[in-house]
Nanobody, 124 residues
C-alpha cells in the first residue's frame, strides 16, 4: 500500500487549500481513509475520515463547517478541502488507512497502518 499526498503550502488566514491523497494497493471503494494532522509539539489528531460508503465524519470540532472530505473512486484519490483557514490549522497533514475496516471508526493514530509522507500546511 502506498499513499501519496499533495496540495499543501502556505496561505493567508481565510484562504483555502485542497489536499489530495492517491492510494495504490488500497481500494477506496471498499475501504475508508482518514486525514490526520500534527502541529509542532502536539499529538497527531484525526481530522476526519471518509467511510467505505462515502460518508464523512469529522473528529476535530475546530474544522467542522470549514473542512470537507471527498473522494474520486476512479482516481482512487481522497481530498481534504480546507476553507476559511486559520493559523491554528498550521500542521503537517497526513492521510492514513487502517489495515482492517473495523478500525475506521477509531480516532487513535495507532489504529491506522498505512501513512502518506505528509504535506505541510502553513497559515499565517
Amino acid at each position: 500500500v502506498q499513499l501519496v499526498e499533495s496540495g499543501g503550502g502556505s496561505v493567508q488566514a481565510g484562504g483555502s487549500l485542497r489536499l489530495s491523497c492517491t492510494a495504490s494497493g488500497y481500494t477506496l471503494s471498499s475501504n475508508c481513509m482518514g486525514w490526520f494532522r500534527q502541529a509542532p509539539g502536539k499529538e497527531r489528531e484525526r481530522v476526519g475520515v471518509i467511510a467505505t460508503g462515502g460518508g464523512t465524519t469529522f473528529n476535530a470540532d475546530s474544522v467542522k463547517g470549514r473542512f470537507t472530505i471527498s473522494r474520486d473512486i476512479a482516481k482512487n484519490t481522497v481530498y481534504l478541502q480546507m476553507n476559511s483557514l486559520k493559523p491554528e490549522d498550521t500542521a503537517m497533514y497526513y492521510c492514513a488507512a487502517p489495515r482492517r475496516r473495523l478500525f475506521c471508526d477509531l480516532r487513535d493514530a495507532s489504529a491506522f497502518t498505512y501513512w502518506g509522507q505528509g504535506t505541510q500546511v502553513t497559515v499565517s
